[in-house]
C-alpha cells in the first residue's frame, strides 16, 4: 500500500488541525494504520493507532483526549483530528500501516509502509 499524509500547516496553541492519510493499494481494508510524529532531533513517536475495522483504536498518553484517530475503508482513508494542540505537538506526522492482527503495535519499526510526513507547527 501506498500512503501520501496532507493537512499539516500552522496552528495557535489552543487550535485544531485534520490530518489525512490517503492510501492506495488493494491491502488497505486489511492494513492496520498508526500514526506517528517526529519533531527535530528527536525520535519518531508514536501518536495513535487504529486496526483494520476501526474497532480497536489506541492512543499515546500525550494526546489521549486531545486527538481522534479515524478510517474511511470506502474511500481508502485514515485521519487525525488534532484539538486543543500545544506548541510540544509540533512535529512532522507520518501515517503508517501493517498488516492487521489482534495486537495494537506502538513501535514504528512493526509498521512496512509509510507516508512521506506532513509538518505541523503550533505556535504559543
Known amino acids: 500500500v501506498q500512503l501520501q499524509a496532507s493537512g499539516g500547516g500552522l496552528v495557535q496553541a489552543g487550535g485544531s488541525l485534520r490530518l489525512s492519510c490517503a492510501a492506495s493499494?488493494?491491502?488497505?481494508?486489511?492494513?492496520?494504520m498508526g500514526w506517528f510524529r517526529q519533531a527535530p532531533g528527536k525520535e519518531r513517536d508514536f501518536v495513535a493507532f487504529?486496526?483494520?475495522?476501526?474497532?480497536?483504536?489506541y492512543y499515546a498518553d500525550s494526546v489521549k483526549g486531545r486527538f481522534t484517530i479515524s478510517r474511511d475503508n470506502a474511500k481508502n482513508m485514515v485521519y487525525l483530528q488534532m484539538d486543543m494542540l500545544k506548541p510540544e505537538d509540533t512535529a512532522v506526522y507520518y501515517c503508517?500501516?501493517?498488516?492487521?492482527?489482534?495486537?495494537?503495535?506502538?513501535?514504528?519499526?512493526?509498521?512496512?509502509?509509510w507516508g512521506q510526513g506532513t509538518l505541523v507547527t503550533v505556535s504559543s
Open positions: 503508517a500501516a501493517r498488516k492487521s492482527d489482534s495486537y495494537v503495535y506502538t513501535s514504528p519499526s512493526r509498521y512496512t509502509n
Open positions: 487504529i486496526n483494520w475495522s476501526g474497532g480497536n483504536i
Open positions: 493499494g488493494r491491502t488497505f481494508s486489511s492494513d492496520s
